[in-house]
């Protein structure tokens, strides 16, 4: 499986010719993200994880939660305890709400995504699935998110593979703090833990 990073929140996923995008929003404007994808996920309706217009021209399955649906984006609703096939990946979904943010916002819905049983991308929230992860792509910087818990999610889901999420907000002075703060953590529960630039790819074996 080839996992490769886009701008902000989206990852591509690529299996035996197959194309796998995971929240593709406005802050990805890379148009390779989208080439040829075969099936996309959406974790929630934030702007930052799903372009409504940009999919409007898509002619592709898209599984996401009710609240993208509503959003005018065309695919199939799907909820927490959900399971299916995209473009030849197995999906499970784990999670049902976004992190608190501002405190004048409604929490909205948020489904995480579980790829193959190894890949899990939680969206806006430090869901913790009720199954085994090679591979988190944790966010690492969102205003709904302090870097303890980012540390103490880490922690508690013990992938063998951690890679950023979530870090558009972040200058490059904040990026070397990810990349520090993932290196500790790294080091510590001895697992491959980093940012990956977005353009980059890693293959997970």
């Known amino acids: 499986m080839k996992l490769t990073k886009y701008g902000h929140a989206c990852w591509r996923v690529e299996k035996d010719g197959k194309v796998l995008v995971i929240d593709p929003g406005v802050f990805t404007p890379e148009p390779e993200a989208l080439a040829g994808a075969d099936a996309v996920l959406i974790t929630h309706a934030h702007f930052d994880h799903v372009d409504v217009d940009r999919l409007s021209g898509l002619d592709i399955p898209i599984w996401t939660c009710a609240g993208v649906i509503d959003e005018g984006v065309k695919g199939q609703a799907v909820r927490h305890g959900d399971t299916f096939e995209a473009a030849g990946f197995g999906v499970r979904v784990?999670?049902?709400?976004?992190?608190?943010?501002?405190?004048?916002?409604?929490?909205?819905?948020?489904?995480?995504?579980?790829?193959?049983?190894?890949?899990?991308?939680?969206?806006?929230?430090?869901?913790?699935?009720?199954?085994?992860?090679?591979?988190?792509?944790?966010?690492?910087?969102?205003?709904?998110m302090k870097l303890a818990e980012m540390v103490e999610y880490l922690r508690t889901v013990r992938p063998a593979r951690a890679y950023s999420t979530h870090d558009a907000l972040y200058s490059e002075a904040g990026l070397g703090l990810v990349d520090?703060?993932?290196?500790?953590?790294?080091d510590k529960q001895g697992a491959d833990m980093r940012r990956i630039k977005p353009g980059e790819s890693v293959t997970l074996s």
């Open 94 to 144: 784990f999670g049902e709400w976004h992190a608190a943010n501002h405190p004048d916002q409604p929490v909205i819905d948020n489904v995480g995504f579980l790829v193959d049983d190894e890949l899990f991308y939680p969206g806006d929230a430090l869901t913790v699935p009720d199954a085994s992860v090679g591979t988190l792509l944790v966010p690492t910087g969102a205003p709904w």
């Open 180 to 186: 520090r703060w993932l290196q500790l953590e790294a």
